[in-house]
């Protein structure tokens, strides 16, 4: 209905809002000569499928184009070794925001537990739903470098009241590894060291997760059991669109 | 899957109750949601473990916003009795309150590993829309695969869907085989292609205590003691573990 045109002088209003000193042209007019956006809203539910692996919260992102969460066979960036190594969603979530395919980021209120679920909401300007995308990553926190999510998963095409799901499994981020050996993971069935700088997995590259051995399988200095154990999918993520 | 739609149902009705339409155009939007039935068509369930055998299938055809699971939620007691021991009467039982489409036991007993199975049927005259598939994993505490109510297609043609092993979260994975079958009498109720013994147990309670994914036998090399009374090169698997092709004639 509404054109990104017409977006444009809002979004400047809002802007001039904030900075209340400024004074610009016109500041006497009243505001409702501006029509206001239409917003396409949407909701994600995500489900922990795991048993024994806490999910770390979640940085959804919106957007439009090519962003990328990870590419297998690449190296994991900065913010993506951050949170698959300790859980903070924080450095990933700041670098997302510099992206100019980005358009809105959504972080979880906390840790989904196995079992759990969170619902996420966010909305954008309907002109931009035409080419609308998320993508998202969690941790497995009982792990020393999995995480799981989805990269760019298209929701272009989704009506109002319509949902898509899918299932993601668990990648490992390449940049730890995978000992489960005591003090080297953060979660709650070991409560080790997150993130650390430095790379010693197999080799500086995302790829799939092969699964936790745990002390039950053969490597006597792990510390996690058949409990943490998983098998793909480890998460679903339903995007329902309301309006 | 279901729930999914019965969301978004229940938004589209809210939706339309806020625009102040009234219980009668409701009614229509409902009417106008429900796809068309696929009358007839064939499922074809298929064993893709190595050395896993699957207790009788249930197949059943039911309708909107019904289903025999949901992920991140506790098992009924139905579905608990087909996970921790086969028996899928109770989930019949439930299935035929709502006027379920139902093909019980096509294999006609156990399906070995790559063994094949294939049952019609014909929900001519009836809302039943949703495909669910479900039989237990055998030998293991309480998993199940599960086809979770997909729409059943009405183009006519082969659609395929692979099916993950399923943790009902109901009974700890102690894998020990004991004979006990039945909800909430812990142990595996039989090894068909056969196990160990003396086993001591492997772990306790799911920390997952709602339906989720299996996170795989884990068995042990030692046939006469040690944690597991499962074979660690015989019992271990990983999903998709049973596939189903649906034929709509």
């Known amino acids: 209905m509404y054109s990104k045109k017409a977006m444009k002088p809002l979004a400047a209003l809002a802007l001039a809002g904030l900075v209340s000193a400024c004074g610009g042209s016109g500041s006497d007019d009243p505001i409702p000569s501006v029509p206001p956006v239409s917003q396409a809203e949407f909701e994600v539910s995500v489900v922990n499928l795991t048993n024994n692996q806490p999910l770390s919260p979640v940085a959804l992102v919106a957007h439009s184009g090519d962003f990328r969460v990870f590419t297998i066979g690449s190296p994991a960036s900065q913010g993506l070794e951050v949170l698959a190594e300790g859980g903070s969603n924080e450095d990933f979530v700041e670098a997302a925001r510099t992206d100019a395919s980005v358009i809105t980021i959504v972080s979880g209120a906390g840790p989904i537990g196995p079992g759990g679920s969170e619902v996420l909401s966010f909305s954008v300007p309907e002109s931009d739903a035409a080419s609308l995308s998320v993508s998202l990553a969690t941790m497995l926190v009982n792990t020393n470098d999995a995480f799981t999510g989805t990269n760019s998963l298209d929701i272009s095409s989704l009506a109002v009241g319509a949902s898509q799901t899918m299932r993601g499994i668990a990648y490992d981020a390449g940049t730890e590894a995978d000992s489960e050996a005591a003090g080297t993971i953060p979660g709650p069935a070991v409560g080790g060291e997150g993130f650390n700088a430095e790379r010693d997995d197999n080799a500086d590259q995302v790829t799939m997760h092969p699964g936790v051995i745990s002390n039950q399988d053969g490597l006597a200095n792990s510390v996690l059991t058949s409990q943490e154990r998983f098998d793909n999918p480890v998460v679903q993520i339903s995007v329902t669109r309301t309006l | ?249």
Request: glycine residues 12%.
């Open chain 2, 1 to 249: 899957m279901a729930s999914n739609k019965r969301q978004s149902l229940t938004a589209a009705l809210t939706a339309s109750m806020k625009h102040g339409a009234g219980l009668l155009a409701a009614g229509a939007l409902m009417t106008a949601a429900v796809p068309a039935a696929a009358v007839d068509f064939d499922v074809r369930i298929v064993n893709l473990t190595n050395g896993i055998f699957y207790t009788p299938f249930l197949l059943a055809a039911h309708p909107e916003g019904s289903s025999l699971f949901t992920v991140g939620a506790p098992a009924s007691p139905e579905l608990q009795a087909m996970a921790e021991g086969g028996d899928i009467s109770g989930l019949v039982g439930v299935l035929s309150t709502l006027d379920a489409t139902v093909v019980e036991n096509p294999a006609g007993g156990l399906l070995a590993p790559a063994q094949s199975a294939t049952a019609n049927l014909n929900t001519d005259g009836t809302d039943n829309v949703l495909l669910s598939v479900v039989a237990m994993l055998l030998p293991t505490n309480d998993a199940f695969a599960g086809l979770n109510s997909i729409s059943i297609p009405t183009e006519p043609g082969t659609y395929v869907y692979n099916l993950p092993a399923y943790d009902a979260g109901t009974e700890a994975n102690d894998e020990i085989v004991n004979g006990g079958g039945a909800p909430g009498v812990p142990g595996i109720p039989a090894a068909p292609g056969g196990s160990g013994t003396g086993a001591s147990g492997v772990t306790g309670p799911d920390a997952n205590t709602n339906v989720h994914i299996h996170r795989n036998a884990i068995g042990d090399t030692d046939p006469t003691g040690g944690a597991s009374d499962l074979d660690a090169t015989v019992h271990r698997w990983l999903n998709p573990v049973a596939r189903v092709v649906v034929t709509v004639n």
